[in-house]
């Protein structure tokens, strides 16, 4: 495959990902950042300027063409390096995590904007529920 076919290729790949899923805004390809590459495979960072939300894109580049997957995230560039460069989640990670949401009182070992956010989560679901009992009566 000649460099121009490729880089064309990889201009292509680079236009999938070239908008906003949130806001529709598009992004100068040439902002997003390489977190990783393997082959023709590009996993790649990008955010938007105007809503501030980010997609980690999986952008695959071949002599077929471009293809790629992108996900919705609030993770910053610098929050995927750390969490790429940490250790995997072990067993006991999980099983120590499960333990700890056994107990009554779990809350209490979270941070505080935890659990204000715990709290909100707790009050939409109890709204929603009540909204649900209300169409319930009502029928």
Not at 38 to 44: D, F, I, K
Not at 70 to 91: A, N, P
Request: glycine share 6%; with cysteine.
């Amino acid at each position: 495959m000649s460099s121009t076919f490729g880089s064309e290729l990889w201009n292509e790949g680079l236009k999938l990902v070239s908008f906003c899923p949130v806001c529709e805004t598009r992004y100068n390809p040439m902002e997003a950042r390489v977190l990783g590459q393997e082959g023709e495979t590009h996993l790649l960072h990008v955010q938007c300027h105007k809503c501030q939300h980010s997609i980690l894109a999986l952008v695959l580049v071949n002599h077929v063409g471009a293809s790629s997957v992108g996900l919705l995230t609030d993770l910053s560039y610098e929050d995927v390096l750390r969490m790429k460069s940490s250790q995997s989640i072990s067993v006991d990670d999980v099983i120590g995590a499960h333990q700890l949401f056994k107990t009554i009182h779990w809350e209490e070992h979270l941070g505080r904007a935890s659990q204000e956010q715990l709290s909100n989560v707790r009050q939409k679901q109890q709204r929603r529920e009540k909204k649900e009992q209300k169409n319930k009566a009502t029928r």
